[in-house]
């Protein structure tokens, strides 16, 4: 079982091997691939120092599975040439996403529609993925006619740069602005570019068309407004949902208690709700303030907290690529 991570030196990419690393995910071989400048240089890998190569050679190492976390531009240059030599990719960018023929998935949501013939899968945008682990259990029993979300997302999904310049500006110190403002003590919202002809975000029409594709709700109303905060442990969303059917608060928290990777943090008068602090390190999806929205019928408002670098990168493509394994996909 040789796996390749392209991108391996990045954020994303060393928490990939993390992961692998802590699921005992079966590698025969890990062939790890970073940009030029890297290759020669190693990852340490189970307590093994492994050389970095050139994507050209990865190609050529006929692996089972390549994890892309590198960038679009890279994704939409390489993943082809994967494919054309059977290896499946599994790729954390956005390049492949609203792609019709490419399945974008979150295993525990839609993981039944993979074949074998799907050699390029994609990797939901981070935000997207805790989100939807929250309304798919629910709209299946109270049917979703509207999401309103807002995020509140950490300075590790721009990249180490980011963290760089938030923890420069923490220190007082003058650093590279990855970032067209200062974020130390500040709130932008502006995540990704602005697209001209919605003045949207891209980050903001993400969450708002993939959710639709992952829960087969093509319908789906959805809107976003996405800030960047200086937090490092992971991204924050308030999210206000409208269902067609009405519903009882403790039947909610059940249905979300019982969700595989959701864990439920839902008492106020002891100060437990969910928060970016703890959610570091971990894997699952985490919801609180669970509430009723009075202004208007079957309306709910919730809070979703997820370490986007984790659940919402590395954790899900490592999850994507045991379900091929698991059912003789690869």
């Given at each position: 079982?040789?796996?390749?991570?392209?991108?391996?030196?990045?954020?994303?990419?060393?928490?990939?091997?993390?992961?692998?690393?802590?699921?005992?995910?079966?590698?025969?071989?890990?062939?790890?691939?970073?940009?030029?400048?890297?290759?020669?240089?190693?990852?340490?890998?189970?307590?093994?120092?492994?050389?970095?190569?050139?994507?050209?050679?990865?190609?050529?190492?006929?692996?089972?599975?390549?994890?892309?976390?590198?960038?679009?531009?890279?994704?939409?240059?390489?993943?082809?040439?994967?494919?054309?030599?059977?290896?499946?990719?599994?790729?954390?960018?956005?390049?492949?996403?609203?792609?019709?023929?490419?399945?974008?998935?979150?295993?525990?949501?839609?993981?039944?529609?993979?074949?074998?013939?799907?050699?390029?899968?994609?990797?939901?945008?981070?935000?997207?993925?805790?989100?939807?682990?929250?309304?798919?259990?629910?709209?299946?029993?109270?049917?979703?006619?509207?999401?309103?979300?807002?995020?509140?997302?950490?300075?590790?999904?721009?990249?180490k740069e980011a963290v760089d310049q938030l923890e420069g500006e923490i220190k007082g110190e003058k650093t590279a602005m990855v970032y067209p403002y200062q974020i130390f003590k500040n709130a932008l919202p502006h995540c990704d570019v602005f697209d001209e002809e919605t003045a949207y975000t891209k980050e903001e029409l993400k969450?708002?068309?993939e959710p639709k594709k992952i829960m087969r709700i093509p319908e789906l109303k959805i809107t976003a407004t996405a800030v960047r905060v200086p937090v490092q442990g992971g991204h924050s969303e308030s999210v206000n949902i409208e269902f067609e059917n009405d519903f009882d608060l403790a039947d909610v928290r059940r249905i979300l208690?019982?969700?595989?990777?959701?864990?439920?943090?839902?008492?106020?008068?002891?100060?437990?709700?969910?928060?970016?602090?703890?959610?570091?390190?971990?894997?699952?999806?985490?919801?609180?303030?669970?509430?009723?929205?009075?202004?208007?019928?079957?309306?709910?408002?919730?809070?979703?907290?997820?370490?986007?670098?984790?659940?919402?990168?590395?954790?899900?493509?490592?999850?994507?690529?045991?379900?091929?394994?698991?059912?003789?996909?690869?």
């Amino acid at each position: 079982m040789k796996i390749v991570v392209v991108g391996v030196t990045g954020m994303v990419g060393q928490i990939m091997l993390a992961v692998l690393e802590e699921r005992n995910f079966p590698i025969t071989e890990l062939i790890p691939v970073a940009s030029a400048r890297s290759v020669g240089n190693t990852v340490n890998f189970k307590g093994e120092e492994i050389p970095i190569v050139s994507i050209e050679e990865a190609i050529e190492k006929r692996a089972a599975i390549a994890l892309f976390s590198a960038g679009g531009d890279v994704s939409l240059k390489w993943a082809p040439f994967f494919a054309e030599k059977g290896i499946t990719v599994i790729d954390n960018s956005s390049a492949f996403r609203m792609d019709k023929k490419v399945p974008l998935i979150v295993p525990e949501i839609n993981a039944d529609i993979l074949t074998k013939n799907d050699k390029i899968i994609a990797n939901p945008n981070c935000s997207t993925i805790q989100l939807v682990m929250v309304l798919n259990p629910l709209h299946k029993k109270y049917g979703i006619k509207r999401v309103i979300v807002s995020t509140y997302q950490s300075v590790t999904g721009t990249g180490k740069e980011a963290v760089d310049q938030l923890e420069g500006e923490i220190k007082g110190e003058k650093t590279a602005m990855v970032y067209p403002y200062q974020i130390f003590k500040n709130a932008l919202p502006h995540c990704d570019v602005f697209d001209e002809e919605t003045a949207y975000t891209k980050e903001e029409l993400k969450l708002t068309r993939e959710p639709k594709k992952i829960m087969r709700i093509p319908e789906l109303k959805i809107t976003a407004t996405a800030v960047r905060v200086p937090v490092q442990g992971g991204h924050s969303e308030s999210v206000n949902i409208e269902f067609e059917n009405d519903f009882d608060l403790a039947d909610v928290r059940r249905i979300l208690s019982q969700e595989d990777g959701v864990v439920v943090q839902d008492n106020p008068e002891t100060n437990i709700y969910p928060m970016a602090l703890f959610s570091e390190g971990k894997d699952e999806v985490f919801v609180g303030r669970i509430r009723r929205d009075y202004s208007q019928p079957n309306t709910l408002n919730c809070w979703i907290v997820a370490d986007n670098l984790r659940k919402g990168a590395a954790t899900n493509t490592v999850q994507i690529a045991e379900y091929l394994l698991k059912n003789n996909l690869v």
